[in-house]
């Protein structure tokens, strides 16, 4: 484990809320256990492991989103790497070439709180790049992978 994603792990559980962990479990209907942390708070947690932890690469971004991503125990974790993933500051980062790191986690993630927000940067990358992106936006649009077709709709909003 990186020392980013140990950070994020330690200040997550830190701040953890058991009694607010079942109640947003329950809501979202996950699987995958909670920490019990509100959003407001896993974006400062984000946002200043990301400040101490910089990414200096391509490589190096999509390598933390996905150590973030796969070895995620909580669904803030999970959050954690669409915050790292929807930086400002990698913007330049998302491009047709990182839309496999996209669609893992839009397939894996496969619920409404993952998938939205990865539509989003979806759509930022359609419109940024509409001629590789438009294709594959098509094909998607019928892959039998409900995700994906929302996916598909959704970028372009």
């Known amino acids: 484990m990186t020392r980013l994603a140990a950070r994020i792990r330690a200040d997550l559980a830190a701040v953890a ?17 909670y920490y019990g942390v509100r959003m407001p708070d896993v974006r400062a947690i984000s946002k200043r492991a990301f ?8 490589d190096e971004w999509q390598a933390a989103v996905l150590e973030l991503w796969r070895q995620a125990m909580f669904r803030e974790e ?14 330049g980062y998302r491009t047709p070439v990182v839309l496999p ?3 893992e986690m ?3 993630g496969a619920w409404w709180d993952h998938v939205d927000e990865a539509a989003h940067l979806v759509g930022q990358m359609l419109r940024s790049h509409p001629k590789e992106m438009r294709p ?9 992978n409900p995700w994906k077709r929302r996916v598909s709709i959704i970028c372009q909003l």
């Open 51 to 58: 400040a101490e932890h910089p990414i200096a690469s391509c």
């Open 136 to 144: 594959v936006m098509r094909a998607w649009s019928t892959d039998a």
């Open 106 to 108: 839009i397939v894996t």
């Open 78 to 91: 999970r959050y954690v790497a669409m915050e790292l993933a929807a930086q400002k500051r990698h913007a």
């Open 101 to 103: 790191l996209f669609e």
């Open 17 to 33: 809320d058991p009694t607010r962990a079942a109640g947003m479990q329950a809501y979202m209907k996950s699987t995958m256990p």
